[in-house]
């Protein structure tokens, strides 16, 4: 049976399960879930997941949501490196996959909420916000540079889960203009990613058609 992904082609979180799943190999069938027509918060999606997030796995009876829990049911079901080739390793990836839900991509996720999310519903943004979820960006930014320094990923010598929770927020850091360009290591960290895995540069492809049709479509300039 085929692992369903339900998820909007413009979320960034769909956007790190369908490269894990890409880099893994793994068969799998994409469930278009359009965000902006509040297909999320159906019925229907709302036995999948009750907070009305995307994505959401299905694997026969196994449902999960959360990018981060799917990518990690991913990788042990297909005995990946991508959670680590050695223990010491896959501790570390939990580590960094953490700090990284609790300390990163929130803040990215909320600039993109002000910034961009807003115009859709014609509020502007609270600039408040935008400076709190700054300086916590910065923050965040600071300590990735410094370990970034001298290393081509983030743990060890490979590319791990790790890379991709953190690599997120530049799904939309253009549209949002989070700081993340003061960081120069962290930069060509992600621009290595993108060079260097070809499932990452896909789906910046596919995130950014979409994000960037339906803010054409919304009469939205940036």
Same mark, same amino acid.
């Given at each position: 049976m085929t692992?369903?992904?339900?998820?909007?082609?413009?979320? /960034?979180?769909?956007?790190? %399960? !369908?490269?894990?799943?890409?880099?893994? /190999? +793994? *068969?799998?069938?994409?469930?278009? %879930? *359009?965000?902006?027509?509040?297909?999320?918060?159906?019925?229907?999606?709302?036995?999948?997941?009750?907070? /009305?997030? !995307?994505? %959401?796995?299905?694997? /026969?009876?196994? %449902? +999960?949501?959360?990018?981060?829990?799917?990518n990690l049911y991913l990788a042990e079901k297909m005995n990946s490196d991508l959670l680590g080739r050695t223990q010491a390793e896959r501790f570390e990836v939990l580590q960094w996959m953490f700090w990284s839900g609790e300390q990163w991509r929130i803040f990215g996720t909320l600039t993109f909420d002000e910034r961009i999310g807003k115009r859709f519903m014609g509020q502007p943004e609270d600039e408040s916000i935008v400076q709190l979820a700054f300086a916590k960006i910065r923050a965040g930014a600071a300590v990735l540079d410094a370990h970034l320094a001298g290393r081509k990923f983030i743990v060890g010598d490979h590319l791990t889960l790790a890379d991709i929770d953190i690599a997120a927020p530049f799904s939309q850091s253009a549209r949002s203009k989070i700081p993340l360009s003061e960081f120069p290591n962290l930069v060509a960290w992600q621009q290595r990613l993108l060079d260097t895995v070809p499932a990452w540069a896909e789906t910046k492809r596919e995130v950014d058609e979409r994000i960037d049709t339906a803010l054409a479509g919304a009469g939205i300039a940036l």
């Open positions: 692992i369903k992904i339900y998820g909007d082609p413009g979320s /960034g979180s769909r956007r790190r %399960v !369908t490269s894990a799943a890409k880099i893994m /190999g +793994i *068969d799998i069938e994409r469930v278009n %879930v *359009d965000l902006f027509k509040g297909e999320s918060h159906t019925p229907e999606f709302l036995k999948l997941n009750p907070h /009305g997030l !995307t994505p %959401v796995l299905q694997d /026969g009876d196994i %449902v +999960i949501w959360e990018a981060s829990a799917i």
